[in-house]
């Protein structure tokens, strides 16, 4: 079993759709949650970060972690065609870092 | 303030070449991350610097190497080229107050041909 598993896509949705993104992960020492999005041939950006389970909210984004189920979800609401990217689920422990594979992400107009 | 900057932006080799890719990382950063992403392929982990010294290496052949400047600034040299080293190669920086965040570089397109 892979450390962190992530649903593989693509993903096709249209203008204005609710997407959720998905991740699994094995390891429970994994304290600290990030979303990267990363636009072709780009490095990634810093999307949400956060270390505890529940909800955090900033924008149209919206960061889950259940702890317990070893599972962190990524929603974007209202998606417009720049959301159109791969988007990373990553997570760490000290300064251990290990990346799901990414989900690609088009929203048509 | 300046983001984590990697030259050069696009590199051109043939096969057994060398290559030196160059990182400078966000100031007040120590940290230094190196991935490779081949095409359609995710992040794999090449090498992790801190405060000079090679704290981690990931599951590449000794070709790969590289070392952190004093300055924190950091290199990655590939030795030997193959054509299946053609990817993007990612700098990320973190710090030791926010070393649970990694931030990135745009990358250096190597295409080994």
């Known amino acids: 079993q892979k450390e962190v598993e992530q649903d593989p896509g693509p993903l096709s949705v249209p203008e204005g759709a609710i997407v959720s993104l998905n991740c699994t992960y094995s390891?429970?020492?994994?304290?600290?949650f990030m979303w990267y999005r990363q636009y072709s041939r780009k490095g990634p950006e810093l999307l949400m970060y956060?270390?505890?389970?529940g909800n955090k909210e900033d924008g149209r984004f919206t960061a889950q972690v259940d702890k317990s189920s070893k599972y962190i979800s990524l929603f974007i609401r209202d998606s417009q065609p720049s959301d159109s990217a791969t988007y990373l689920c990553a997570m760490t422990y000290g300064q251990n870092f290990v990346f799901g594979p990414g989900t690609r992400l088009s929203v048509l107009p | 303030e300046a983001g984590v900057t990697q030259s050069p932006t696009h590199l051109i080799k043939t096969r057994g070449q060398q290559a030196t890719l160059r990182c400078s990382p966000i100031?007040?950063?120590?940290?230094v991350y190196w991935y490779q992403q081949a095409l359609g392929l995710g992040l794999q982990f090449l090498l992790w610097y801190d405060e000079g010294e090679e704290r981690n290496r990931g599951n590449f052949p000794p070709r790969f190497s590289g070392r952190q400047f004093p300055n924190y600034s950091s290199e990655l040299n590939v030795n030997a080229l193959e054509l299946e080293d053609s990817a993007l190669y990612l700098c990320?920086?973190?710090?030791?107050?926010?070393?649970?965040?990694?931030?990135f570089g745009s990358g250096t397109q190597l295409s080994v041909l």
């Open positions: 956060t270390y505890s389970s």
């Open positions: 390891n429970s020492a994994f304290q600290y």
């Open positions: 100031s007040g950063h120590t940290s």
């Open positions: 990320a920086s973190s710090s030791r107050v926010t070393n649970e965040k990694l931030f």
